[in-house]
C-alpha cells in the first residue's frame, strides 16, 4: 500500500508562485506515473497534469499549460507542481495520485491511490 502526503499548499497571490509537493512511501515510487488533481466544493475533481515514472513525458489540462509544470524526484520520492501566475478560480484542494500499471491517463479512474489534498487560495 501507498502513502502520499501533499504539502506546501497555502495562500498564493494572483500572478504569484507556490510549489506543493506530494511525498510517496510504501511502493516503488520510480515505477509508477503520478498526476495532480483539484476540487473544489461542490465540484468534480478534475485533471490538472500527469508525469510518467521517468519524467520524460507529462501531460497538462488545457487551463494549466504554460503555467504549471509538473516533475519529480524519484530519490526523493517525491512530485511537485510548480504554479506560475494561478487565478483565483484556482482555489480549491490539490490531490495527487498514483496512476493505475500499465495505464497513461487523466480521468479519476485511471488512478488508484490519492492524497488526502492540500488546499491552495488564490487571493485577487
Known amino acids: 500500500q501507498v502513502q502520499l502526503v501533499e504539502s506546501g499548499g497555502g495562500l498564493v497571490q494572483a500572478g504569484g508562485s507556490l510549489r506543493p509537493s506530494c511525498a510517496a512511501s510504501g511502493r516503488t515510487f520510480s515505477s509508477y506515473a503520478m498526476g495532480w488533481f483539484r476540487q473544489a466544493p461542490g465540484k468534480e475533481r478534475e485533471f490538472v497534469a500527469a508525469i510518467s515514472w521517468s519524467g520524460g513525458s507529462t501531460n497538462y489540462a488545457d487551463s494549466v499549460k504554460g503555467r504549471f509544470t509538473i516533475s519529480r524526484d524519484n530519490a526523493k520520492n517525491t512530485v511537485y507542481l510548480q504554479m506560475n501566475s494561478p487565478k483565483p478560480e484556482e482555489t480549491e484542494v490539490y490531490h495527487c495520485?498514483?496512476?493505475?500499471?500499465?495505464?497513461?491517463?487523466?480521468?479519476?479512474?485511471?488512478?488508484?491511490?490519492w492524497g488526502q489534498g492540500t488546499q491552495i487560495t488564490v487571493s485577487s
Open positions: 495520485a498514483v496512476m493505475s500499471p500499465g495505464l497513461w491517463g487523466w480521468d479519476n479512474k485511471d488512478y488508484d491511490c
